[in-house]
Structure formats: structure tokens, C-alpha cells
């Protein structure tokens, strides 16, 4: 297809390259990990990373060298499935919405390599942890190169598998390997929606390479029906994967895994590939406005579902978790609100602050010992833990989009996208900026109660120049972990005193700040003219809010934001009873968010209770009479009854009645044969 | 040309004739020999598969000779891109079964070797021959035969309540086999035209019309002896017993052999040659699929012994190949096929897997004494880890192409039966997982012994796991080599299919839409079949 190039690798060989490195480190960490000494499997699968990051900085290069209508690569290796009508390469496209995820991603991954270096290094899985977490960044790569929706369904599951994996990495906890079952489950709907989505595109546009569907669909009338339910299938897949409602209960109970598994896959990257997959078939969405209206209508009930949940939450990583949650929630209206370019904008910082948010987490939760995730019991870390503060200070400022931190760019971009689409998406937009409200607040509810306040044991104990240590206990159930094998690792370790974690914060810290300055409106478009061409054909790339409507929603999302922290400020630290008593007066509110609305307890009743009633009485009714009453005991048991006739046969008449009935038999066969003759 | 060109009837009896051999050398030669006839078995496959060109399609290695010439039985083998995969299927599965069963250490070998491996020789070649039959007399006496090797293999060499298993098992697949027999004659014997002689060579019967009411009865008893030996919901009483009670290296047969000559027997005799009834029955065939793979899936989870956790996944996946085959379409008859293959490959892996776990667990198989010991069996963990996500036909794995081929074809024209369908696919991620965490994690048992899975096991599973691998990434090799013979048997059912039920969306060219439900006309074929007068 190409010939090869004299000087410089055409972009899809860099792409090839960006995919195969950390499948390489996966393969080699899991099959050499007992001749690896040391920490040689974290550099060895951090290594793989960086060089990923580095082909995919090439690829970029390779891409802007061509003309913007030429930046849409395919490069296919073999043939997949090939049967009848369906035609599936193993091929991969590579367009600057991929590159730009490829990049995104790989940086991120890298940096959390880094950090787990020293956060996992006394774990006694640390090799296995790697292969792993490598493996984790060869699928969601797949996920983002695909060329075609079967090869995207592989790498979709893919993550989801990794996910698993490194959810249940502590296997002994029980809590850990019931969050890993669910977290498995719940991504397989999404991926049956996707593999019906799948269906019904071959269906109407002949094709699943997404060049060639892309094509096919301008034939396609607004509104189609098969397009519509496609899409709304895509949105299932989407939802699954990104924690939207109605299927978000995993991912608060993935915060099981080790912290930089939050960091990665359940907060910077696999979580926002729902958002990437709707920009992808954006040319689908576009066709099928009905559908993309639900996708903006669950994503705003989600960010503000979570967002009230976060709001109560005392488990310092589940408030994490649900931030998430309700951040994708404002990148899913983003991007079924047609605002491709702001939606992966804010993907984009939302994975630098979050990611660095967690990896404060992790810092404070080793601080603790590794027994306790609670806020209440937390406070006055702020002198012991200077640096993880100044960083947890900022994520948490970008969280809450306070002025010209990077994720105030990136949120009200969205909100003022949203309010330019009118009529429905007004509602949405005003539901946005209420959430963002409540988002500053609790943002800043964590850092206020981490932080400040009266030091608790382990603070004044850290602050003394010594780290808490009790011997690892399960933070959900209090039950002390098996340290015969060492899950998690006998020692933990904090920023102040790891060079690699620190090493990993501080860039994100810093693009946390800064990360929003390549899309200020009316001075630069970074990510826009990044994405050029991915959605050139897009109806609405023209149609944007004036420069004048987007300054005005900054202002507005700068100040709610600063008066959310100030709130914050005035409960925690000013009125320090007012929480609790707001919390007595609104007691039954208060249970309903902190107990996530109940939607756990209602899918229990729902789905797991009646499935597990089928099995039993399967087991017991139906298999019973099957297998025992009708086939084997009982009066009228099959085997009973032929048992019986043997005997009968044996000692009685019977034989002669069977000896009549076999020649009978045999008498008509031949009739027949001589009939025919 | 091939390199190597040893007769089918040559190739298919060397199992056998190899046990028999056997019986006349010490038992540890015995033993080494059965693994090296395996060993030849198997390789000579993959000359056949390098020597059967992508996209190619007929039968090679013929063997055609009169057999019993009054009744018009041949003795005609043939291998084609159907049967091609499950001969080899059978071929490597036989070769994991006999290393396990002939390797263990002396002081836990079988007794009395020499009959144990004669037997499994003899189930070799009922299964080849049966796999490879081109006349429906010997493919019927093949399928009987397999029932014999298969009775002294459970009822002397299983344990717990073997006695109770076989008879069950015995009853179940005789009742099966007899109708068969039945249908098989009434076939031969309705399908002959006046004046002309009788035939049971396959090819022969495609061409020869039965009008729709002889085809119903002939297709019911077809289905009952096919669907007990698979077996699919309802049919599935013996399954139980006989799936505890069966010697591991056997019951790796048993699943992921024997129950593929049952659904393969549709593919091969039911649809090219009873069409008429294969639609008008489709219906009910797609009812039983669906409730095999709902039912299957739902027991699956409810299990704790791990055998039968396997097992009623079987059956669910069986589900899923009839729901392949009677979908009536090419993807849908592919992917059956190539669950077919996938099927046998992990199910044959998880059984050597359980036998490994009990070693662990203090000889026990109950889900509730295993747990604990991935940390000191990584290689294990491992192994287990990828054949549980391809049983749960996680995309990239092959059961996810051949699952995915299913339901896209079940979709094309029945897509209430596919949607039911999938919802399966996420009760097979709660079985298989559940099975992974409490064989693996959590904290282990008092009797749990964690230590690495020993070097039989390993020799017997690795080479499942690399194929399991292997096809994921390129399942094209199988499916480039079984489309047109797979897609030429379903074509005929598939053109009557959608004569009736989808005119306008794809018009087949010939076939008049309705016509064969026009009282008092033959049935109206594809333009190359010859009519003939109809029998009353």
C-alpha cells in the first residue's frame, strides 16, 4: 500500500509502533518476570510507555507534514474476518482524533507508571501489577487506533478486562474481587450494545470500516431508525464504560484497586473512551439528533446525580470517583451537544487534574497506613504533606475551575456550547452550571477536611519525621490482610519522600495550571486546530457561540465557582458545626445522596436477587425433575422403568414380546427395502 | 498435491488398530505408543490443513467404494472445509487427552492401561469416522460406535456414581440412536424414485426431493438423536450424572468432541437434505436453542461443582451453534462452525484445568474448597485467566468471532432470538468469572495447597491455550478454508427461508415466494436440482 519512504517513517508506522510497545513490555514482564530483579518490571513497562509516547509525538509530526485533507491514514495487516457481506481488517486509522487520544493517553499512562514505580514497589504482585497495567495501555490504544467498529469492540473489552484485572489486583480482599465481577458485567452490556450497534451499521451502511460508513451515512436521511437505535446502542456501550447512568454503579466500587489504577484507567483514560466513542461516530450522531439529545439529557442527570453524591460522600476515593463520574457527564453533553473539540478539550484536563488527584489520594491514604480512606478520619496533613498538598490544592482548583486553572477553560467551554444550542439544552446548560456549583464545593470539602483542621494522630506523628505504620488492613471492612502474600505490599509510601511520585505529580500539577491555555477563547484554539479535519464534515463546526457569549459564561463559571469554594470555606473551616447540623435537619436528603440515590439496592432487587432465584430454582425444580423424578427415580423414571424391563426381559415373558417387536421392526425395514428395489 | 496422500479409511482406523497393538505390548509401552499414534494423528491433520487452500471448497481425500451394494451403502469418506476443523479439532483434543491420561506418574495411572487406551483408540476412529462419513448409513454407523468405547470408558475407568451415569447416559443416546436408524432407512428408502435404486451417499440424498410431510418426522428424529448427544435443553438428563462421573481425559472428549458430531450432523445431513422441514421447523429449533442458552447460562452460576459449572456452559454454547445453524444464514451457519471449534478447544482446556485445581484442593471439585492460590501458581492463574475470558467469548478472543458471526446472522431475519440471545452473553461473564475468582482468589481453604500446575498438565493445556491464542488473532485461517463448503450446505434451507419470509429484501433468483406451500405442487427447488416424482 505504501512504498516505503526514504528518510522519515510515514505516520501509521509510528502508529504501529505506539501500539505494539506496551504489548511488547506486557509479553516480556509476564513471561521473564522472575529473571526481572528489583524494580526492573515498573522501568521496563514505563519504558515501553515513554517510547509509545514518543512514536505518537512522530506520528503526530508525520501527520501535520501532510495536507489537512490527506490526515486520515489506514493501514490494515491482515484480514480479520472475512465471510460473505462482512469484511473486517485488522487495520488501524490514524487522523488527528486518534493521535490526539494517542497522546493523551500514553502521557498520562507514563507519568502513572512512574508514580507506581514507588507506590507498588514493596508489593509482592509488582511484576504482575505492570504486565497488567501495560496491558491496560496496549487495549485502550487499540481502542483509540481502530479503523473499524469490530477491532474498537476488541479493544473496548480489552480495557474493560484490564480494568478487571487490576480491580481485583488485592484478589484476597472479597470486597475487591466483588467490585472486579461487577465492574466485568456491567462493561459486557456495553459491549453487547456495541456488537448490536455493530450489527445494524453493517446493516444499513454496508460497511464497518469507519472511513467507509462515514461515507455511506451522508446518503442516509436525518432521523433514519436504524441510525437512531445504532446510535442509542453506541450510547449503552458508552455509558457502560463511562459511568453514566443508569450504569455507573461500578465504577465508585473499582476504587478497590491499588490507587494509581484509579489514577489511569478509572479516572484519566478508559473511562472517557465513551466520550471519544461518540466523537468518533459523530458523523452517526449527526444523523440521529434524537439520539444525541438523550446522551446530553443522561449526561447532565449524571453530572448532577453525582455530583450530589460527592457532595456527602466520606470516603475520600469514592468522592473522587464520583467527581469523575460527573465530570464525563459534562464531556458527554459536550460532545452530544456537537461540541466535539470542547468535549475532548475537557477530556483532556480533566485527565491531568484528575489523575493528579488521585495520586494525592494515594499519598494520604499511605499516610494513613493504608487502613482507612474515611475523611473523618483525616485533617491537618497540610504541615506534614507540603507537597502532596500543593498539588491536591490545584487538582482540586482545576476541579472546581476556579479562574484560568486549565479545567475552567475546558468546563465552560461545554456550558457555553450547550447554552448556544438553545431550546432543550438551555435546561441542560442551567443544570450545568448548578452542578458546577456544587462541584467548587466539594472540590474543595476534601482539601479543607484532608488538610486543615486539627491534625489527627498520624499528621502530628508524620509531621515528627515518622510514617504510620499498623500492618495493611482492608480500609472497606477493617478485616487484616493476608501479609503472608504480601497483597497490598508490607510498606507504603507517600510523595514527600518518593522521588517517582513526585516526579509524576509535578508535571501534572503543572499542566493542571496551565493545560488551559491552549483554547482561550478569542485568543488560541490548540485543540481545534489540533482536530482538524477529524470533524470537517461536521454541520455544526460553523456554527459556534460568539466570542462575546463565551466570555460571558467564563465569568459567570469563575464566579460560581470561586462562591462554592467559599462556601466550602465558610462550613469547614469558619462553622465547622454547621455541616453536622445541616446534616440532622436534612436527614433523610442526606441518606438519599449518601447512599448514591439507592440505585444499588434497587438493581440488587432488580437484577442480581431474581437471577440468583432462577438459578436455584432451576437447580433444585426443574433439573429434579429432569434429572431425578422423570429420568431417574420416581415411580415413572425413565431409567427405573428400563431397568425394569431389562430384568423383565431377562427372567420373564417380556423377552419373547421383545424378541416380536425387534422383528417387527425388522420385518418393516425390509419391506421398505424391498419396496424400493 | 498433497506430500503425504494416506487413504481416509487408512487414516481413521490407525487410532483403533494402534489400541489393538497395544494389547499386546507392556503396559508403559502401551502407553507411549497411544501418545505417538496421537502424536502422528494430529500432525498428518496439519498437512491437510496446509495442503487445503484458503477459499478452496470439495471434498479431498476421497475414498468411494460399494460397501453393501443390495442396499446402496458405500463406504465413501471425505474430508471439506466443514468437517476439515473438526477433524483436526478431534485430532489435537485426542492428543491433549492421551498426554494427560499417559503421562501422569505410575502411581496414579489408570488400571488396567492397556483396555483404557484401546477404547480411547476405538472412540478416535468412531469420532473421525463420523467426521469425515460421505454416505448416511456409515456416518449412522459411526455415531453408534461411539456410544461403545464411550460406555466401557465411563462405566469402568469414572468415579462416584458411575454405574447410574452410564446407564442414564446409555438410555438417553439409544433412544437417539434408534430413531436415528429409524429416519436414517425411511430416508433412504422414501427418497428413492420410482424405478431408480436406493442410496444412502449423501450427495445422492441432497438431490433427491421428499415432499414436507415424510421430511417433518425424518427431521424430528434426526433432531432428537443430535440434540441428546450434543445435549441441548431439555434434552440434557444425562448430562449430570455422566459429567461427574466421567475420568477427566475422557470427559475432555465427551464435551468438546462428541457434543460436536451431534451439531455437526445437522450441518452435514439434516439441512441439505430435509430442507423443507429444516424451515418449517425453524421456528421451534431456534426455541430450543435460545432456552439452551438462557437455561445453560443461568444453572451455570448456580453450580458448585466445577465440572457441571462447565458443563451447563456446554450447553449454553450449543445453544448458541444451533442458534448459528438455524438462523438460516451464512454468517450465522460460519459462526457455528467456528463455535464449534472454539468450543471444543476451551471446554477440553477448562477440563484439564479442574483436574489441575483439585489437585490443588484436596482432590475435591467443589468451588467452595478451591480459592487462594494464584500467588503461588502464576502459571496456572494464567493459563485459567485466558481460557475463562475466550469461554465468555470476551472480544479478541475466537469465541467472540464465532459468537459474533451467530449473532449477526441470527439478527439478519430473526432478531428477537438474537437480542434474547445476547443477553446471555452477560450471564456468561458472571459464570466464568465466578468460577475464575473462587478457583483463584480469595483467601485459600484449609485443604488448598497452593503450588504450581505440574508439567502433564501444562504439556496437555499449553498447546490448547497457544491455539486458543493463535486464533484470536487470525480466526481467518479456519474461516477462510470452511466458508463455501459451510455456507453451500445451509443454501438450499436458507433460499426457502427467505423465499417465504424476506421476498423483497433479497430476491433469490428461481424460487417463487410461497410456492412451496401451494397444495398439490413439488416443492420448488433451486433451478439445478432435478424434480422427481413424489413419493405418497
New interface residues.
Partial sequence: MMPPPPLTPPPVWWAWAVLLLPLIGTVVI?LA?KLLPGRLAGYLGSLTVGLSFLAGIFAYVGLEDLPPEGRELVSSA???????D?NVDLSILVDPLSVFMVLVVTGVSFLIHVYSIAYLGSD??YA?FFSYLNFFVFSMLLLVLAGNV?LL??G???VG?AS??LI?FW??R?TA?TA??KA??IN??G??GL??AA?LI??RLGTLDYLGAFEAVRQVPEGDGTIVAACLLLLVGAFAKSGQLPLHTWLPDAMEGPTPVSALIHAATMVTAGVYLIARFHPLFERAPAAAAVGAIIGTLTLLFAATVALVSTDLKRIIAYSTISQIGYMILGVCAFAYSAGMFHLMTHAFFKALLFMGAGSVVSALGMTNESIDRMGGFRRAMPFTFATFTIGAGALASLPLLSGFFSKDEIIAYTFHRGGLYTVLGICAYVAALLTAFYAFRMVFRVFFGEPVPEAEQLAGGELAHVGPRNPLTGEEE?TD?G?PGPEHHIAERSFPMKAAMAPLALLAVVGGVVAIPGLTAGVETFLEPTFAGSAYLVDRPPEGEQITGLVIGGVLALIGVAAAYFVYLRRPGLAGSAQRRLAGVHAFFFNAWYLNQLYDRLFVRP??A???F??TT??RF??QD???GGPSG??RA??ALARAIQTGYLRAYALLLLLG?CAL?LY??I??? | MPVLDIPLSIFIVIPFAVGLVGLLLPAKAARWLALVAAAATFAYVIFMIADFAPGGSGLRYVTDEPWIPALGIRFSLGVDGLSLFLVALTALLWLAATVVAALRPADRAFERPRLFFLHLGLAETAVLGAFVAQDLALFVVFFDLMLIPFYFLIGQWGTRERVAATTTFVIYTLVGSLLMLAAAVALGVLSTPEGGRISFALPELAQRTLSEGAQIPIFLAFAAAFLVKAPLFPFHGWLPAAYRAAPLPVLVLLSAVLSKVGVYGFLRVVLPILPDAAVALQELMLVIAVFSILYGSILAFSQDDARLVVGYSSIAQLGFIVLGIFALDDKGAQGAVFQMVTHGLVAAALFLIIGALAGRAGGSESLARMGGIAMRAPVLAAVFLIVSLATLAMPGSPNFVGELLILFGAFEDKIVYGLVASVAVGLAAVYMIRFFQQAMHHRAGPEVASREIGRVDLAGIVPLVVVILGLGVYPQLVLARTDRDTTARIGEARELAGGTSDAQASPPGGVTPGGATVPGEPPVRSPSRPGGEQLP
Avoid at chain 1, 491482515?78 to 460473505?84: A, H, L, N, V
Fill in positions: 509476564a518476570w491482515f484480514t480479520y474476518i472475512g465471510t460473505g462482512l509482592r504482585g504482575r469490530v469492540i476488541v473496548w473489552a480489552f478486562a478487571y484485572l481485583s484478589y484476597r472479597d474481587t472486579g465481577i466485568f458485567v459486557v452490556i459491549d453487547v456488537v448490536v450489527f453493517l446493516d493476608d502474600v497483597f437471577s440468583r432462577a438459578g436455584r432451576g437447580r426443574v433439573e429432569f434429572v422423570a429420568i431417574m425413565v431409567v428400563g431397568t421392526v425395514a421398505f427395502l419396496a424400493s428395489g
